[in-house]
């Protein structure tokens, strides 16, 4: 069985073997904090035995949810923000084809689109009139179902569906994804007898992408949940028990100890385009986990070697409170090979008969060669092939590394008490009900 690698080697110039293994006790703690729920915020450890728990009928049942909405679509808007929209990007922008938006609409392979990820006035203008001539479904997804940015996009675009086929027929193309019980979303979803799924009380936004909010958007663009979910139960069971083997431990002791040792920020970087929202999903999730207490690493991303010609410089000159974690993968799916021209006159015949991947990979290995000479730390990571099983891998390890180096931080990780300030602001802006005195509060503040 192949798995992914992690390789901290180059880190070691910038933080000793010794520093790292000092938190092994830490790390041991905290993974049986994850392991065994006895830490802060141990009502959300759902998503550790997740992968393992789902059962064949329930996968079946998203596939086969999936499978109608195909049947029936020549696009599916995803509807849902945070946790509730970036696992499913990143996983879909991974395994799809980098041209997927310019083919056109089909019946049998829908375009999957995403709404309620902001409040852009044009991006919705601009999705609706894309929409005007389509068969569309929606998945509206929101585990509170009482989220401003989603409970908008779906107002809208219910509107556009009841108006294109009419209420009955909306009603068959419309899956809700959201709380057993609480919320709007809820009530509004049994009052139109939507089809539904549950999102666990006990799975928190961020590590809810192995639930029906990721595996359902996933299986409409026509990749393989099984797969994925099997590729995330083999990391579980690798990442049990405390050890030198186990990665997410690993990940998060080095990352800690780097933290300690000045490295405020760390940047997650791909040589592949695909992975670029697969890095906006990791931003999340550690982000928001770790970010709290005036404490935690600032996760940022870049796209080499796009971005080697814009934050290079930064990367390799810049304050050195930087590390790097690379997520490299090693089979391509598809070979492209350099010509040779007989003129020369771009001076490229010294690559001519190689596959643009070796270049590739030349590019990475010199820039991690630079970047640790550099003094910014390099953690490795190999992707045997951007397939549903690795990525599978790859999203478990992420969130018990997450988990586990959250608890060394001593925060709670899963937990997200900042994200509400922005919301009490905007709510007292609008008048909302019930938020009487913020807005006197901050209108008088704007007045001033
Ligand atoms: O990780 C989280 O909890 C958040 O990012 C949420 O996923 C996000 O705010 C959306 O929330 P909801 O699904 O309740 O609409």
């Given at each position: 069985m192949k798995t992914i690698q992690l390789n901290i080697d180059n880190a070691l110039q910038s933080v000793s073997l010794e520093a790292i293994k000092a938190l092994d006790k830490a790390g041991a703690d905290a993974l049986a904090k994850v392991q065994e729920g006895t830490g802060a915020g141990n009502d959300f450890l759902g998503w550790v035995e997740l992968p393992g728990e789902l059962t064949t009928a329930e996968l079946d049942d998203i596939k086969a949810t999936a499978d109608g909405l195909r049947r029936d679509c020549e696009a599916v808007v995803a509807i849902g923000i945070g946790g509730s929209y970036l696992g499913a990007k990143a996983v879909i922008e991974a395994l799809s084809d980098t041209f997927e938006a310019s083919r056109p609409a089909e019946m049998g392979n829908p375009k999957v689109l995403f709404a309620g990820q902001n409040i852009s006035e044009d991006y919705l203008y601009e999705l609706q009139r894309y929409l005007s001539d389509k068969k569309f479904g929606i998945i509206v997804i929101s585990?509170?179902?009482?989220?401003?940015e989603p409970a908008i996009a779906f107002r809208l675009l219910k509107a556009q569906l009841e108006a294109q086929i009419g209420v009955e027929e909306a009603r068959k193309r419309i899956v809700a994804i959201t709380?057993?019980?609480?919320g709007a979303l809820r009530q509004l979803a049994t009052e139109e007898g939507y089809k539904t799924f549950v999102i666990a009380d006990n799975v928190g936004g961020r590590f809810s992408v192995l639930t029906p909010v990721g595996l359902l958007p996933i299986a409409v663009a026509g990749h393989d949940i099984h797969a994925l979910v099997e590729g995330a139960r083999q990391m579980q069971q690798a990442t049990a028990t405390a050890g030198a083997d186990n990665i997410s431990q690993l990940y998060a002791q080095t990352r800690n100890a780097l933290y300690r040792a000045g490295k405020k920020v760390e940047i997650l970087v791909n040589?592949?385009?695909?992975?670029h929202y697969f890095a906006e999903w990791w931003k999340q999730l550690y982000g928001e986990s770790e970010g709290k207490d005036k404490k935690g690493i600032f996760p940022a991303a870049v796209d080499n070697s796009t971005d080697l010609h814009s934050m290079g410089q930064w990367i390799q000159d810049?304050?050195?409170?930087i590390f790097e974690t690379v997520i490299t993968v090693v089979e391509q799916a598809h070979e492209v090979v350099i010509p040779t021209d007989e003129a020369n006159l771009d001076g490229l015949n010294y690559i001519a008969g190689k596959r643009v991947d070796e270049v590739n990979k030349m590019a990475e290995l010199g820039t991690r060669i630079a970047h640790v000479d550099g003094g910014v730390p390099n953690l490795l990571i190999t992707l045997p092939a951007l397939k549903e099983v690795y990525l599978g891998q790859l999203i478990y390890f992420f969130e018990k590394g997450c988990g586990i180096s959250g608890y060394i931080l001593d925060v709670n990780p899963f937990n997200q008490p900042g994200v509400e300030d922005y919301k009490r602001n905007m709510f007292a802006l609008l008048a909302k009900p019930g938020y009487e005195k913020e807005t006197e509060a901050i209108r008088a503040r704007l007045n001033k």
């Open positions: 585990k509170s179902g009482t989220t401003t709380d057993a019980r609480r040589y592949n385009p695909k992975l810049g304050e050195r409170t």
